[in-house]
């Protein structure tokens, strides 16, 4: 046993050979397999086995009830033109416009709370209330204040002489309407992130920047936003990987996916498909689709990591 | 040159005090955005049903009608619910929490062949969206029958939540591995260890995921509609969405506000309480990213 502290840190490949042989690191693997088991079981019966299996079931003409059908490529040729399927896509993409003009805002409103100014802190909390209510009850309020007749953005408006629409009822202002809800629910966490990546720009680099007669513009073109850049990266993608989910908001302020399914997003299409019409092959593979685009949009984050952390590195 | 500097000086705070005057009103503006759609939830509720379409509106119900909430009260889907969420959200996230510390501290600081090809593998969780596995582990939880009960909520949670590892793993890389080494030499178990040292050390990271983990928890809604149907075995989510669908029919709107407020109350007092704590680990979760 007296070779175990000399084998505290195994460097090389021979010593590695030894370790493992020993008694003492034979307890402290059974000890760590042991303690990363359960994530590693749920991560395979929830997770893995369920995707596993909607991939096969995507080339079925699984009901949920009856018997399972080999239809091969036949889910995926009806999806090609399933009107219904593309409108849902195309909202889905549609109400991706609010992830430009949510990062646009929240930065405006994160350089304000740099400057440290009074109340700092009280406008950050106010900021943040919308992010951490609950979704569903937002969406009520929300369908509420979007009312055409006594609602308040159309009284809001009515103060500046716009009569407003019936917001969710009008093919042309839902989406538009549920865009505005969700920046509005999101601002607070961009907010939060992108205070975080100013405050953390060191002040040297501005002090520099003066010395050599910098402006304001050029300070914020060639410093601030450079040094967020990471953030708004982050930001892009989990509010891609966010919006392409989008379901909660639409289920409920309109639930039938709106007038001529003018707000039904792809989620809530798989969704409507697989537990209302029961046809989970169908749905199975609509959700493949989405499975996989937001796969890809996620391994791209992880790559773009692991780049930055060889820089910091 | 003395007098001259100074005037520069004077006309630098002036443009700056424009300028906070400016940001000042860039933050009242956001915060009336922000705030004001709340506001106004919380002033339908307190008025009654004619009241609500009364023109031009009053912020300031008067009088005050307290009726809609008394009607809440005796709302038994309502008290079911609460009941059914806090059953829910507080089992998944005591009991993942735990699990979740234990895979962290192992991945982090402990021995074990195959280590980082097993985080990779969990990562790659992370990558899959719910909506491309419910419907097979809704057919899984249908075939064992445990459709329209709390068990599909519960169950998979317990098992831990990833991304809850992948930062607590991160905590404690920041550690240094000879605390852990010593304590080995000293003859403590791994368990002791555990909970006598890495624990106490990452309590501040666990708190923040914890509660965080607990409002996501508290604000799911997909997953109780697909699963539970009979009204009392439904969470909270779910309730004032099928609620407020039916009193919508009746126009009774404060009822629809002030069941959509009670229900983001027990979140907004938690999250006032520890808004600190909470702003900080996100700003530092959304940095390590």
Same mark, same amino acid.
């Given at each position: 046993?007296?070779?175990?502290?000399?084998?505290?840190?195994?460097?090389?490949?021979?010593?590695?050979?030894?370790?493992?042989?020993?008694?003492?690191?034979?307890?402290?693997?059974?000890?760590?397999?042991?303690?990363?088991?359960?994530?590693?079981?749920?991560?395979?019966?929830?997770?893995?086995?369920?995707?596993?299996?909607?991939?096969?079931?995507?080339?079925?003409?699984?009901?949920?009830?009856?018997?399972?059908?080999?239809?091969?490529?036949?889910?995926?040729?009806?999806?090609?033109?399933?009107?219904?399927?593309?409108?849902?896509?195309?909202?889905?993409?549609?109400?991706?416009?609010?992830?430009?003009?949510?990062?646009?805002?929240?930065?405006?409103?994160?350089?304000?709370?740099?400057?440290?100014? !009074?109340?700092? $802190? /009280? +406008?950050?909390? %106010?900021?943040? @209330?919308?992010?951490? *209510?609950? =979704?569903?009850?937002?969406?009520?309020?929300?369908?509420?204040?979007?009312?055409?007749?006594?609602?308040?953005?159309?009284?809001?408006?009515?103060?500046?002489?716009?009569?407003?629409?019936?917001?969710?009822?009008?093919?042309?202002?839902?989406?538009?309407?549920?865009?505005?809800?969700?920046?509005?629910?999101?601002?607070?966490?961009?907010?939060?992130?992108?205070?975080?990546?100013?405050?953390?720009?060191?002040?040297?680099?501005?002090?520099?920047?003066?010395?050599?007669?910098?402006?304001?513009?050029?300070?914020?073109?060639?410093?601030?936003?450079?040094?967020? !850049?990471?953030? $708004? /990266? +982050?930001?892009? %993608?989990?509010? @891609?990987?966010?919006? *392409?989910? =989008?379901?909660?908001?639409?289920?409920?302020?309109?639930?039938?996916?709106?007038?001529?399914?003018?707000?039904?997003?792809?989620?809530?299409?798989?969704?409507?498909?697989?537990?209302?019409?029961?046809?989970?092959?169908?749905?199975?593979?609509?959700?493949?689709?989405?499975?996989?685009?937001?796969?890809?949009?996620?391994?791209?984050?992880?790559?773009?990591?692991?780049?930055?952390?060889?820089?910091?590195? | 040159?003395?007098?001259?500097?100074?005037?520069?000086?004077?006309?630098?705070?002036?443009?700056?005090?424009?300028?906070?005057?400016?940001?000042?009103?860039?933050?009242?503006?956001?915060?009336?955005?922000?705030?004001?759609?709340?506001?106004?939830?919380?002033?339908?509720?307190?008025?009654?049903?004619?009241?609500?379409?009364?023109?031009?509106?009053?912020?300031?119900?008067?009088?005050?009608?307290?009726?809609?909430?008394?009607?809440?009260?005796?709302?038994?889907?309502?008290?079911?619910?609460?009941?059914?969420?806090?059953?829910?959200?507080?089992?998944?996230?005591?009991?993942?929490?735990?699990?979740?510390?234990?895979?962290?501290?192992?991945?982090?600081?402990?021995?074990?062949?195959?280590?980082?090809?097993?985080?990779?593998?969990?990562?790659?969780?992370?990558?899959?969206?719910?909506?491309?596995?419910?419907?097979?582990?809704?057919?899984?939880?249908?075939?064992?029958?445990?459709?329209?009960?709390?068990?599909?909520?519960?169950?998979?949670?317990?098992?831990?939540?990833?991304?809850?590892?992948?930062?607590?793993?991160?905590?404690?890389?920041?550690?240094?591995?000879?605390?852990?080494?010593?304590?080995?030499?000293?003859?403590?178990?791994?368990?002791?260890?555990?909970?006598?040292?890495?624990?106490?050390?990452?309590?501040?990271?666990?708190?923040?995921?914890?509660?965080?983990?607990?409002?996501?928890?508290?604000?799911?809604?997909?997953?109780?509609?697909?699963?539970?149907?009979?009204?009392?075995?439904?969470?909270?989510?779910?309730?004032?969405?099928?609620?407020?669908?039916?009193?919508?029919?009746?126009?009774?709107?404060?009822?629809?506000?002030?069941?959509?407020?009670?229900?983001?109350?027990?979140?907004?007092?938690?999250?006032?309480?520890?808004?600190?704590?909470?702003?900080?680990?996100?700003?530092?979760?959304?940095?390590?990213?």
């Amino acid at each position: 046993m007296e070779s175990t502290v000399k084998d505290k840190a195994p460097t090389d490949g021979r010593r590695k050979g030894r370790v493992r042989d020993s008694s003492l690191y034979k307890k402290e693997h059974r000890v760590a397999f042991l303690m990363i088991l359960p994530p590693v079981i749920g991560f395979l019966i929830f997770t893995l086995f369920p995707a596993a299996y909607a991939v096969f079931a995507s080339f079925t003409d699984w009901n949920g009830i009856g018997q399972m059908n080999w239809v091969g490529l036949r889910n995926f040729q009806v999806m090609l033109t399933d009107n219904y399927f593309w409108t849902s896509l195309w909202n889905t993409f549609f109400m991706m416009i609010g992830i430009p003009i949510g990062l646009i805002l929240s930065f405006i409103l994160a350089s304000a709370l740099s400057r440290g100014l !009074k109340g700092t $802190t /009280f +406008f950050r909390t %106010i900021y943040y @209330i919308p992010v951490i *209510s609950s =979704l569903a009850a937002i969406a009520i309020m929300w369908q509420w204040a979007y009312n055409g007749d006594y609602g308040l953005v159309n009284q809001v408006l009515a103060l500046v002489g716009i009569k407003g629409p019936n917001w969710l009822q009008n093919v042309h202002t839902v989406k538009p309407a549920i865009v505005a809800m969700t920046v509005w629910k999101g601002l607070g966490y961009s907010m939060l992130l992108y205070l975080a990546a100013i405050q953390s720009v060191p002040q040297t680099f501005y002090e520099a920047a003066e010395l050599d007669g910098a402006n304001s513009w050029q300070k914020f073109k060639n410093i601030t936003w450079p040094m967020c !850049k990471p953030v $708004t /990266f +982050f930001l892009v %993608i989990t509010n @891609i990987i966010g919006g *392409s989910q =989008l379901f909660t908001e639409v289920n409920i302020m309109t639930p039938t996916g709106g007038t001529e399914f003018s707000s039904a997003t792809i989620v809530w299409y798989i969704w409507q498909k697989a537990f209302k019409n029961f046809q989970m092959g169908y749905a199975s593979a609509m959700s493949i689709v989405l499975g996989i685009i937001i796969f890809i949009v996620t391994a791209l984050q992880f790559y773009q990591n692991r780049r930055s952390d060889y820089k910091l590195g | 040159m003395l007098a001259k500097s100074s005037t520069h000086k004077l006309s630098q705070t002036q443009s700056r005090r424009i300028a906070d005057f400016f940001i000042y009103l860039i933050l009242i503006a956001g915060g009336i955005l922000m705030i004001g759609p709340l506001l106004w939830m919380i002033s339908t509720s307190l008025k009654d049903k004619t009241g609500v379409f009364q023109l031009p509106p009053q912020w300031i119900p008067n009088p005050i009608h307290w009726d809609a909430y008394q009607r809440l009260f005796h709302l038994s889907q309502l008290q079911t619910g609460f009941m059914n969420t806090i059953i829910v959200s507080l089992t998944v996230t005591v009991i993942g929490s735990f699990t979740s510390c234990m895979a962290a501290f192992s991945f982090a600081k402990l021995r074990m062949p195959h280590k980082n090809a097993m985080f990779l593998l969990l990562l790659v969780g992370l990558m899959i969206p719910y909506p491309a596995v419910m419907i097979p582990q809704f057919m899984m939880f249908s075939t064992i029958g445990w459709v329209d009960s709390l068990k599909p909520l519960i169950i998979p949670g317990l098992f831990g939540n990833i991304t809850m590892i992948f930062f607590l793993r991160q905590y404690l890389q920041g550690i240094p591995d000879s605390v852990v080494e010593s304590a080995k030499i000293d003859g403590a178990s791994y368990w002791t260890i555990f909970t006598r040292i890495i624990f106490p050390l990452m309590r501040p990271a666990v708190a923040a995921q914890f509660i965080l983990w607990f409002m996501g928890a508290w604000n799911d809604y997909l997953g109780p509609l697909i699963y539970l149907n009979s009204p009392e075995k439904q969470t909270l989510q779910v309730v004032i969405a099928n609620l407020s669908a039916t009193y919508a029919t009746q126009t009774d709107y404060p009822l629809i506000m002030g069941l959509s407020f009670i229900s983001m109350l027990p979140i907004l007092i938690i999250f006032l309480i520890f808004q600190r704590q909470i702003i900080e680990s996100v700003a530092l979760s959304g940095m390590k990213n």
